[in-house]
Nanobody, 119 residues
Framework: QVQLVESGGGLVQAGGSLRLSCAASRRIFSIYAMGWYRQSPGKQRELVARISPGDDSTSYADSVKGRFTISRDNAKNTVALQMNNLKPEDTAVYYC????????????WGQGTQVTVSS
C-alpha cells in the first residue's frame, strides 16, 4: 500500500493562487497515473486533474480547466497542483491519488489539504 501526504493548502482570496504538493511513501509516480481530487461539504469527491505516466499528458475537469495545472517530479517523487485565479467554489479538501480508467482511486486516502477561497 502507498501512503500519500498532501500539503500546501490554506486561505486565499478569490483570484489568488496556491500550489499543492503530494508526496508518496514509494516511488510510484513514474509508473501510475496520478490525480488530484477534491471534496467540499455535502458533495461527492471529484477528480479535477490527472497526469499520465510516460508522456505526462494531462486532463482536467471543466470547472478548473485553464486555471489549474498538474505536474509531476519523478526525481522528488512528488505531484503538484498549481491553482490560479481561485474561486470560492474551489473551496474543498484536496487529495491526491492514482485514478484508474474510471477515475476511481487505487489507494487509501491521505489526510488531504484544506483550500478555502474567500470572496
Amino acid at each position: 500500500q502507498v501512503q500519500l501526504v498532501e500539503s500546501g493548502g490554506g486561505l486565499v482570496q478569490a483570484g489568488g493562487s496556491l500550489r499543492l504538493s503530494c508526496a508518496a511513501s514509494r516511488r510510484i509516480f513514474s509508473i501510475y497515473a496520478m490525480g488530484w481530487y477534491r471534496q467540499s461539504p455535502g458533495k461527492q469527491r471529484e477528480l479535477v486533474a490527472r497526469i499520465s505516466p510516460g508522456d505526462d499528458s494531462t486532463s482536467y475537469a471543466d470547472s478548473v480547466k485553464g486555471r489549474f495545472t498538474i505536474s509531476r517530479d519523478n526525481a522528488k517523487n512528488t505531484v503538484a497542483l498549481q491553482m490560479n485565479n481561485l474561486k470560492p467554489e474551489d473551496t474543498a479538501v484536496y487529495y491526491c491519488n492514482s485514478p484508474d480508467r474510471e477515475g476511481a482511486a487505487r489507494w487509501y486516502w491521505g489526510q488531504g489539504t484544506q483550500v478555502t477561497v474567500s470572496s
